[in-house]
């Protein structure tokens, strides 16, 4: 079983930044995809960067250019770096985890971090 444990969260300005870190208690030997969601209150739990086991990274609409997602693999951590912070980019972040084994695929989130973007 695989453990997720972030930080990085916190309380910081309109324009400002903050890098999250999310690493996985245990070596990770079979294939593996990293991705960063986020959930504001009363919505949904919605998609920010994914970085796939290929090397590619995906990013919503509303993040793109302003946040990067970069994975480390030697020591099994994905980081979530956030620039030019807006307000609404206020919510709870979520990493999450799926490894590839054959057919089968685990998932694994992290405890969550709470961001805050205010003046």
């Known amino acids: 079983q695989v453990q997720l444990v972030e930080s990085g969260g916190g309380l910081v300005q309109p324009g400002g930044s903050l890098n999250l870190s999310c690493a996985a208690s245990?070596?990770?030997?079979?294939?593996?995809?990293w991705g960063w969601y986020r959930q504001a209150p009363g919505n949904q739990r919605d998609l920010v960067a994914v970085?796939?086991?290929?090397?590619?990274?995906h990013y919503a609409e509303a993040v793109k250019a302003r946040f990067t997602i970069s994975r480390d693999n030697a020591y099994n951590t994905v980081y979530l770096q956030m620039n030019s912070l807006k307000p609404e980019d206020t919510a709870v972040y979520y990493c999450k985890l799926d490894t590839f084994r054959g057919p089968l695929r685990s998932e694994y989130w992290g405890q969550g971090t709470q961001v805050t973007v205010s003046s």
């Open positions: 245990n070596s990770i030997s079979d294939p593996f995809d």
């Open positions: 970085a796939w086991n290929n090397g590619v990274t």
